[in-house]
C-alpha cells in the first residue's frame, strides 16, 4: 500500500473521529478527569408551557395513589429542566467502558397561579447510574459509536396519593452520520409488589423503549423527535411523541420550542393523555 494513501486514511479517520457528536459528548476517545460536571439531557426554561387536559384528578390501578377530589390548577404554568452528569470511573475495561453518574430535574411550576402561592404542580428527580462503551461498526450507512447501560431511578418525591416512581434497566445503542444521532433505548423495569406499585401499568402507557433522533444543522440550529411506544397492539398500543426545536437568538441562550402529545408527559400524569405547548430558553442543547 502506498504510504501517502495510508496516512490519508488514518487522517481521514481521526477527523471523523473529531466531528462525533457521541464521541465528544461522552469523552468516549479522551480522558479530561473524573468528576467534572458535564452536559447531559438539554438545560431549558419554559415561562410558557401549556396543557390542553390538566390531570386534575389523577389516579391508578392502585387505590392507595388515587385521589378522590379534584386539583385545581391553571393549565399555563412555567417549566423547567436541570440535568447534568459526571464521570466516576474512566476505562473500567481495558481502555473502554466508563462509568458515570447521571441527574435530571424537570419541574413544572404553577408561576401565575397567585390565589394558590404558585405551587410546583409536579416534579421528577431522575439520577442514573451508566455504563458506557465506545463502539465502531457500520449500519445502514451510520456509524455506531456508543452502547450503554443505564440503572434508572425516576420518581416525583411526593407522598401517598401522590406519589409516583419506578426504576429501570435501560440500553442505548447510539448512532451517528454527520450532524445527524439515532439513540435506540429500549427498557426492563425492575418490577414491584402489586401492593407498593404506585403505578400499575406505566410501560403499557409511558412505554418500553424509546426513539431519539436529533439533528444539528448547524452551531446554531437544533431539531430533535422523540418516540415511546409501549410496543403492544390494541387498546395498549400507547406512547407519546415529543418534538424539540432551538436556535441561537441571543447572545449566550438560544430560544427553545418543545411539543408534547400523548402519555407521560410527568409522573403523574404517565397514565393521562395530553397535549402540551413550551417557548422559552435554554441554555444547553443535545449536542
Known amino acids: 500500500m502506498d ?20 464521541l465528544e ?15 447531559y439531557r438539554p438545560v431549558y426554561f419554559f415561562p410558557v408551557f401549556y396543557t390542553d387536559k390538566l390531570n386534575l384528578l389523577p389516579t391508578t390501578g392502585n387505590p392507595d ?4 377530589q379534584p386539583l385545581e390548577f391553571d393549565h399555563n404554568e412555567a417549566k423547567f429542566q436541570l440535568s447534568f452528569k459526571t464521570k466516576l470511573v474512566n476505562d473500567l475495561f481495558d481502555d473502554n467502558g466508563d462509568l458515570w453518574l447521571a441527574y435530571t430535574q424537570t419541574s413544572r411550576w404553577q408561576v401565575y397561579s397567585e390565589a394558590e402561592s404558585r405551587p410546583f404542580r409536579e416534579t421528577n428527580h431522575e439520577p442514573e447510574f451508566i455504563l458506557a462503551w465506545r463502539t465502531d461498526y457500520q449500519l445502514l450507512g451510520y456509524t455506531g459509536r456508543l452502547l450503554s447501560l443505564r440503572f434508572n431511578h425516576q420518581s416525583n418525591g411526593r407522598e401517598e396519593p401522590l406519589s409516583r416512581s419506578w426504576n429501570r434497566a435501560i440500553v ?9 444521532v439515532i439513540l435506540f433505548s429500549p427498557w426492563w423495569r425492575v418490577p414491584e409488589s402489586t401492593s407498593q406499585d404506585e403505578n400499575p401499568d406505566i410501560e403499557n402507557y409511558v412505554g418500553r423503549a424509546e426513539l431519539q433522533v436529533v439533528h444539528r444543522r448547524h452551531n446554531s440550529l437544533q431539531l430533535s423527535a422523540r418516540l415511546r411506544h409501549s410496543l403492544k397492539s390494541g387498546d395498549d398500543s400507547r406512547g ?3 418534538l424539540d426545536w432551538s436556535y441561537a437568538c441571543f447572545d449566550r441562550l438560544r430560544c427553545h420550542a418543545q411539543l408534547f402529545h400523548g402519555y407521560g408527559e410527568s ?3 404517565y397514565n393521562h393523555r395530553s397535549t402540551a405547548l413550551g417557548l422559552g ?5 443535545w449536542f
Open 3 to 22: 504510504p501517502e494513501v495510508d496516512q490519508w486514511d488514518r487522517s481521514t479517520t481521526s477527523m471523523n473521529k473529531a466531528d462525533s457528536l457521541l
Open 25 to 39: 459528548r461522552w469523552e468516549l476517545d479522551s480522558d479530561p478527569g473524573e468528576f467534572i460536571f458535564r452536559p
Open 65 to 68: 395513589t388515587s385521589l378522590t
Open 172 to 180: 442505548t445503542v447510539g448512532l451517528e452520520r454527520d450532524d445527524w
Open 240 to 242: 407519546s411523541v415529543q
Open 267 to 269: 409522573l403523574i400524569d
Open 281 to 285: 430558553v435554554n441554555l444547553l442543547e
